[in-house]
């Protein structure tokens, strides 16, 4: 069983900022990719950022600059600094694992979603 828990969410003005956070526990060997995807109604969920076991970092051209993703391995955590937010960053944010299992097998797991709301 893997859980992932975030926490962070939240009503802010524009130009505001927030930090989410996602910790990952349960039957976990090793954890590959960390991401943060958003979704609003009727659209695809669309991928944020993303940040792999040894940090390299991903993230979409409409949030580079603005927000920062960062992992601490140690705790199975991974972070998203989200600055200058603005009434188009408004989404439900889900964190996403990709990751091995303590029987070493492969697994793809997402969080309950955590609402961000930026106001104009």
């Known amino acids: 069983q893997v859980q992932l828990v975030e926490s962070g969410g939240g009503l802010v003005q524009a130009g505001g900022s927030l930090r989410l956070s996602c910790a990952a526990s349960?039957?976990?060997?090793?954890?590959?990719?960390m991401s943060w995807y958003r979704q609003t109604p009727g659209k695809q969920r669309e991928l944020v950022a993303s940040?792999?076991?040894?940090?390299?970092?991903n993230y979409a051209d409409s949030v580079k600059g603005r927000f920062t993703i960062s992992r601490d391995n140690a705790k199975n955590t991974v972070f998203l600094q989200m600055n200058s937010l603005k009434p188009e960053d408004t989404a439900v944010y889900y964190c996403?694992?990709?990751?091995?299992?303590?029987?070493?097998?492969?697994?793809?797991?997402w969080g309950q979603g955590s609402q961000v709301t930026v106001s104009s």
């Open positions: 940040i792999t076991s040894r940090d390299i970092t």
């Open positions: 349960g039957s976990i060997f090793s954890i590959n990719v």
């Open positions: 996403y694992a990709v990751l091995l299992t303590d029987s070493q097998r492969p697994g793809n797991f």
